[in-house]
């Protein structure tokens, strides 16, 4: 890489371009790097073609060394790999926050709270309902977010650094292989992403964040409440009284 990078340079001084360099200078900085890429653009949850015949062959987790997802069956072949959980939350993607910012500064994100944990959206999601002009909005898609907040998911503020030519290599971490190992997914549900409807009223805000109730922990919650009983209405006013009657004269 390094090579093919000095090739370019040098090719592009000859022609006598200093503000060519600049130029290509900016666009090394602003290059995603294949991981990040390529887990913004993947497709998770789908079945495994590897494994089709397989139970539980969705494809939920991300493997940082080959740049591709892969489902619980293909963990054997990626045991040296670094690993990333991918889960699924309203129909979308997320990640562990705690993951996530071992990766990548997730400063400026609108965090959200599962199930206790703090996750934040793989890529942005269209807005349900027209914002109000003083609303905090994201800055890529004008999702509303709560201040001071300026992003809804790592794409947005991806995809903004990069429209406004700021260097992507000041938000990248370097990371411990070992917090990404596959130990991590030592019992893993396979078949437990929890799908949540957003536009059921399950999403609420929470001090800080938002949070985002399981339904299977609503469903179980409401198992055992009586079932209503079925109204009868009676309506007295319309009840009309018999004339009075008299006992007969002895």
């Known amino acids: 890489m ?26 090394m900085m602003n290059m995603k790097p294949a991981w990040l890429e390529r887990l913004m653009d993947e497709t998770f949850f789908g079945d495994c073609g590897v494994h ?37 939350y309203v129909y979308h993607n997320v990640i562990r926050l705690d ?10 994100i609108q965090p959200y709270t599962i199930n206790s ?11 349900s309902r027209s914002c109000k002009v003083t609303a905090n909005v994201c800055f890529t898609c004008d999702r509303i977010l709560q201040d001071p907040f300026h992003f809804c998911s790592l794409s947005c503020k991806v ?6 030519g700021e260097n992507l290599s000041n938000i990248l971490h370097r990371f411990d292989e070992s917090d990404f190992a596959i130990s ?17 009223n ?17 469903t179980s919650n409401n198992r055992f409440l009586p079932l209503p009983l079925p109204a009868i209405v009676l309506s007295l006013g319309s009840r009309r009284k018999g004339a009075p009657q008299r006992a007969p004269l002895s």
């Not at 993951?99 to 400026?108: A, F, G, R, T, V």
């Not at 995809?159 to 406004?164: D, G, I, L, N, R």
């Not at 078949?191 to 957003?198: L, R, T």
Request: charged content about 25%; aromatic content about 6%.
């Open 117 to 127: 944990a703090k996750v934040i959206f793989l890529n942005q999601r269209p807005q």
């Open 2 to 27: 390094m090579m093919g990078s000095s090739s370019i340079y040098s090719s592009s001084s000859s022609r006598g371009g200093g503000e060519m360099d600049i130029d290509m200078n900016m666009n």
């Open 99 to 108: 993951d996530l910012e071992k990766l990548i500064d997730c400063s400026n």
């Open 184 to 200: 991590q997914f030592e019992g893993l549900r396979v078949d437990g992403s929890e799908v949540i409807d957003e536009d059921n």
């Open 52 to 88: 089709k015949n397989r139970r539980k062959n969705e494809k939920n987790i991300f493997c940082l060394h080959c740049c591709l997802s892969i489902c619980p069956h293909c963990l054997s072949s990626h045991t040296s790999h670094p690993l990333l959980q991918v889960r699924r």
């Open 159 to 164: 995809e903004y650094m990069v429209y406004e």
């Open 202 to 218: 399950q999403i609420g805000p929470s001090s800080s964040n938002y949070s985002i109730i399981n339904e299977d922990q609503a």
